[in-house]
């Protein structure tokens, strides 16, 4: 089992930064690609950015892309998503998610249907 907590929202001017992080406990294998994604009100579930433990370049959504960074920290068990630049269109729960399918290591779904485990979300929240 694999247990997810996300930390570091909030509300933040158009233009501004956040940083959130992603606490992963339990049995992570360095196989499974760790993911953000988001939801805003209305909207489905859409997929932000995804990195592999195990090291790989990351993956990111065209919507923010050079403006989010995804880093992880094999030490601590943690998963971040720099946030820069932020947009009002950026507003959504984001939530941290892991991926145990054995891809191959270059590949990353963007398919929140593949990612079997998740964090309860954290609500960011840009205003203009």
């Known amino acids: 089992q694999v247990q997810l907590v996300e930390s570091g929202g909030g509300l933040v001017q158009a233009g501004g930064s956040l940083r959130l992080s992603c606490a992963a406990s339990g049995r992570i294998l360095s196989t499974y690609a760790m993911g953000w994604f988001r939801q805003a009100p209305g909207k489905e579930r859409e997929f932000v950015a995804a990195?592999?433990?195990?090291?790989?370049?990351?993956n990111y959504a065209d919507s923010v892309k050079g403006r989010f960074t995804i880093s992880r920290n094999n030490t601590k068990n943690t998963v971040c998503l720099q946030m820069n630049s932020l947009k009002t269109e950026d507003t959504a729960v984001y939530y941290c998610a892991a991926d145990p399918s054995l891809w191959s290591s270059s590949y990353y779904s963007r398919k929140a249907d593949d990612y079997d485990y998740w964090g309860q979300g954290t609500q960011v929240t840009v205003s203009s």
């Open positions: 990195i592999r433990w195990s090291g790989g370049s990351p």
